[in-house]
């Protein structure tokens, strides 16, 4: 049974700090690893898709990596903002959807 | 494109009674939609896969009888929660898959159901 881990579970940083947020996984057979953003009380907003031959995605600030051997992911922020705050969640595509249970950043202005 | 809604946005309801949580793909047909619950500062846990036309199935510790899905068209699923109760007090979220063979899901605003 695939499991999800994120670290860490809160983070608070000052604006325009550089940031790494943190996901493993124990079953390395899988399609794609997804992260999202969820702000409070919302659903989930897909930022980044790593098919499982991929080893990184970019979109604007955000990259993600993905080292499938090791059961690893990060999404790196760069030049966080207030903006940014949100909980961050990252999922594993197998047969089904694994999430973790998210890091929940703060930005401070 | 691929937006996904569902209704209501929240709800509030006595013990005992039943409520009804539709999930709609609005420029897309969804093949397979998905149901997940999320309780508070915890992630979201899969409740059920539903295939068009055919019955859900159900993650294990999920009770079928409770929690009801019907998926009748391509563009809406429904959750009933049958004689709910404060623990069923949750965040519930759908997502809607397009076609068959793809990882994609699109997920709606969630529902959050608070049984008094």
Request: aromatic content about 8%; glycine content about 8%.
């Amino acid at each position: 049974k695939q499991e999800v881990t994120q670290i860490p579970a809160a983070l608070s940083v000052p604006e325009g700090e550089n940031l790494v947020l943190n996901c493993s996984f124990t079953d390395s057979a899988i399609y794609n690893l997804q992260w999202f953003r969820q702000d409070p009380g919302k659903g989930l907003t897909s930022l980044l898709l790593i098919q499982s031959s991929q080893r990184e995605q970019t979109s604007g600030r955000l990259n993600a990596s993905l080292d499938k051997s090791s059961g690893r992911s990060t999404l790196y922020i760069a030049a966080s903002q207030p903006g940014d705050s949100a909980t961050y969640l990252c999922a594993t595509s197998g047969s089904r959807l694994t999430f973790g249970e998210g890091t929940q950043l703060t930005v401070n202005p | 494109g691929a937006v996904v809604s569902q209704h209501p946005s929240w709800v509030i309801c006595k013990s005992g009674t039943s409520v009804k949580i539709e999930c709609r793909s609005l420029d897309f047909q969804a093949t397979t939609m998905f149901w997940y619950r999320q309780f508070p500062k915890q992630s979201l846990m899969l409740m059920a896969t539903s295939n068009e036309g055919s019955k859900a199935t159900y993650e294990q510790g999920v009770e079928k009888d409770k929690f009801l899905i019907n998926h009748a068209s391509l563009t809406l699923s429904t959750l009933t929660v049958t004689s709910a109760h404060p623990e069923d007090s949750s965040f519930y979220i759908c997502s809607a898959r397009p076609s068959p063979g793809t990882d994609t899901q699109y997920f709606g605003p969630g529902t959050r159901l608070t049984v008094l």
